[in-house]
C-alpha cells in the first residue's frame, strides 16, 4: 500500500519491516529483508494504492520463502496484538 502509484514495471528496491522483532529477525536469517520487485498491477483503494509485485533478482526458493512468511505474518497479524 502506498498513497501514490507507481508505474507498471517499475522497478522498486525495498526493505521489509513487520513491525515485530521477532519476525524481522526471521527475514534477516533468510536474507528476504531487503528485495528489487517490479511493479505488476495497481489498484486504487479509498486514499492509498495497492500493488501487486514479482521479486526481482531472488531465486525461485527463496521467493516461495518470502510467500509463505508473509502469509504465515498475515495469518498471526491479530495475535501479535
Keep these: 500500500e502506498f498513497k501514490h502509484a ?3 514495471s517499475e522497478i ?3 526493505t521489509i519491516s513487520t513491525g515485530r522483532g521477532d519476525w ?3 527475514l534477516e536469517l533468510k536474507h528476504l ?3 528489487s520487485c517490479e511493479i505488476r498491477w495497481i ?3 479509498g486514499d492509498l494504492h495497492w500493488h501487486g509485485v514479482s ?3 531472488v531465486p525461485s526458493e527463496q521467493t516461495r520463502a518470502m510467500s509463505e512468511l ?3 505474518f498475515s495469518n ?3 495475535n501479535s496484538i
Design 43 to 45: 489498484e486504487a483503494v
Design 55 to 57: 521479486f526481482v533478482g
Design 70 to 72: 508473509l502469509v504465515q
Design 76 to 78: 498471526n497479524a491479530d
Design 24 to 26: 524481522n529477525k526471521i
Design 33 to 35: 529483508e531487503k528485495v
Design 6 to 8: 507507481f508505474a507498471r
Design 12 to 14: 522498486l528496491d525495498l
